[in-house]
């Protein structure tokens, strides 16, 4: 049995304690921030393969419970033309669908299952670094206390601290020239079926929106943004200002999107949107990153959490069947995969981007043209159809 130190208690980092817990190693959550941070974010959709990743574990109920089922996405422009509409993401065999479910929701249910199986999760611990021997990892953290374990996994995102430890000239994270915002709604009545989501290819920018079965709208833009934004300016982004912005952008657009904003009591800051097209060191003795860390990828893949949760599977069958070099073979298990996933997302939402009138024009044409002949080919497939064979053992 292994002691197990995991830096940063999101979901990458919950998902991950919980599947290790389950093959009979120990655990341990350190989270930076103070249990009350957990209340913010925006919605996620979680996708088959993420979910069918959760099974082993038991945490699939837990998960269909949070959400509702998103089985299709209708596309379509900002002039109002609907395009095409297709199944989002296929179904397992027993007919689950993706389910959409608020992020904030989906962490607060996963960190309070971890507690009821006795993971301990320690809050207010920054790491800040972390030193090995042959034998143990000792994390260090901001408050002068230290952690001594087996393995110490760095689940701590885009900017993890984890993963300059490892590798100090390990690459930023790529800027893509989008900001993300969004809110929900409860007194917008669209006529939309519930579960299907609607997304539009804006005259400016791209908006998107779901009607969950209570008949509350859940939706998120994506807003073009030649320059990286910084702290100061996306703190200016907010309130009057930035509601007044997105309904200038959406203005002209024959879509329900400044319907659904000018209703919106809370628009969420808009954050800025970045991948990482390659991490070249995933780990160094016995500290390894997973998750965003790893290999971030941009929203525009719908696949961020189920890498999460692929990677806790993988890492987890690895700890199982070859602890010895269970680090090493989890990268040449999940290398691949992950970065075709991240690639794919960078082609996804470069088509989000508003390039100027004649840009626009020949952007809605082949987006157009595609959608009214599409491929028996679904570029996307690869991503929400890979099963993880939990029963299969793992060589290294």
Not at 265 to 292: K, L, N
Request: glycine share 10%; hydrophobic share 45%.
């Amino acid at each position: 049995m292994a002691r197990v130190l995991i830096a940063g208690g999101g979901i990458a980092g919950t998902i991950t304690a919980i599947a290790l817990h389950e093959v009979g190693h120990e655990p341990a959550l350190y989270e930076a921030y103070d249990r009350t941070a957990d209340g913010v974010g925006a919605f996620l959709t979680l996708a088959v393969n993420g979910l069918d990743a959760l099974a082993p574990f038991g945490l699939k109920p837990l998960v269909k419970g949070l959400g509702f089922n998103t089985p299709r996405m209708s596309m379509g422009l900002g002039n109002g033309k609907r395009l095409a509409e297709f199944p989002l993401g296929g179904a397992l065999p027993d007919g689950t669908v993706g389910q959409t479910v608020w992020r904030a929701d989906l962490y607060a249910a996963l960190r309070d299952e971890a507690a009821r199986r006795g993971v301990p999760t320690a809050y207010n611990k920054r790491l800040v670094d972390a030193t090995q021997t042959s034998s143990q990892v000792t994390a260090q953290f901001e408050d002068g206390t230290t952690a001594s374990g087996d393995l110490l996994i760095g689940a701590d995102g885009l900017r993890s601290r984890v993963r300059r430890i490892i590798d100090p000239s390990a690459p930023k994270p790529r800027y893509v020239p989008l900001l993300n915002t969004g809110g929900r709604v409860t007194c917008v009545d669209l006529g939309d079926e519930p579960g299907v989501m609607h997304m539009a290819f804006g005259r400016k920018a791209f908006f998107a929106h779901v009607v969950h079965p209570d008949g509350s709208v859940w939706w998120f833009a994506n807003v073009p943004h030649a320059d990286e934004p910084d702290r100061a300016e996306l703190a200016a982004l907010s309130g009057p200002a930035w509601r007044a912005e997105l309904l200038r952008l959406f203005a002209r657009d024959r879509i329900p999107a400044a319907r659904i904003i000018e209703a919106t009591e809370e628009i969420y800051q808009p954050w800025a949107t970045y991948d990482f097209p390659s991490v070249p060191v995933w780990h160094r003795g016995r500290i390894g990153i997973i998750g965003d860390a790893a290999h971030a990828t941009s929203p525009a893949a719908g696949q961020g959490a189920s890498m999460a949760i692929e990677d806790a599977a993988t890492l987890a069958r690895c700890l199982r069947d070859v602890p010895e070099t269970a680090l090493a073979t989890f990268e040449s298990l999940r290398r691949a995969r992950v970065e075709a996933v991240v690639a794919q997302g960078k082609r996804n939402g470069d088509a989000k981007g508003a390039p100027g009138l004649v840009g626009r024009l020949v952007r809605d044409f082949f987006i157009t043209r595609a959608m009214s002949k599409p491929s028996a080919d679904d570029p996307n497939e690869f991503m929400w159809s890979h099963r993880i064979d939990w029963a299969e053992p793992v060589s290294a």
